[in-house]
């Protein structure tokens, strides 16, 4: 699906979106430009028990086009099958993850999104260009109850020295592609062009290590 460079199979494997931290900084304020725009499009429910939050396993319909053009991009209608993501666990861009809260099951919703809380400067394949806003229409379908994600960060610093290396992060993808079996192939096929792309996303001070401040993926405060 077009949410990511590789598949979502792929990226769900690594446990955080290579994509998900765009350009704009965790812990800055959003300037103007940088904050989405949600319009409610299909109110919710009156009878609403349960809103989304941070944790929750979603299901959800979606059309992706560029803001500028208006051209589709990625549907989950096309597919036929719905969207199915833990909110909060970095498996969507940071659009989505501020986007989505508080939503209802039938309610439907357009975001509208920079490029800072979507693909950022390097976009994503030949589909989305880079500095790229993205427009989402999307529907909540389903919420469930998900777990706590794993602490990711501390799964790959198997030497405990707060910092990730190259070395690391392979040998990470090499035990999610062997607990997946058939379906790590994909992943192990594209395991070098991977492990680049997540470097340039995540290493932002081209140390060639990914710190714990750096990684946008689950971390916990016991690190």
């Not at 690391?168 to 062009?193: C, F, I, P, T, W």
Request: with cysteine.
């Amino acid at each position: 699906m077009a949410f990511k460079l590789f598949s979502a199979s792929v990226l769900l494997f690594f446990g955080f979106a290579l994509f998900a931290r765009g350009d704009n900084n965790e812990g800055e304020e959003a300037t103007p430009e940088e904050k989405i725009t949600v319009e409610v499009l299909t109110p919710p429910p009156e009878d609403c028990e349960r809103k989304s939050k941070r944790n929750d396993m979603l299901s959800m319909h979606y059309v992706g086009t560029l803001t500028e053009s208006g051209t589709k991009f990625d549907s989950s209608h096309d597919r036929g099958q719905p969207f199915e993501f833990q909110l909060g666990a970095g498996q969507v861009i940071k659009g989505w993850e501020e986007g989505l809260n508080d939503m209802c099951v039938g309610e439907k919703r357009k975001l509208t999104i920079p490029a800072s809380k979507g693909y950022g400067s390097s976009g994503a394949g030949d589909t989305i260009p880079p500095n790229a806003g993205l427009t989402f229409e999307v529907e909540l379908l389903e919420i469930k109850d998900g777990e706590v994600p794993p602490n990711v960060f501390k799964e790959i610093d198997t030497n405990e020295d707060m910092f990730l290396s190259q070395e690391e992060v392979s040998s990470y993808l090499k035990r999610q592609a062997d607990k997946a079996g058939d379906g790590g192939k994909e992943m192990m096929d594209q395991h070098n062009e991977i492990i680049t792309q997540i470097f340039e996303h995540e290493d932002q001070d081209k140390d060639g290590l990914i710190s714990h401040e750096e990684f946008s993926g689950p971390k916990h405060d016991e690190l």
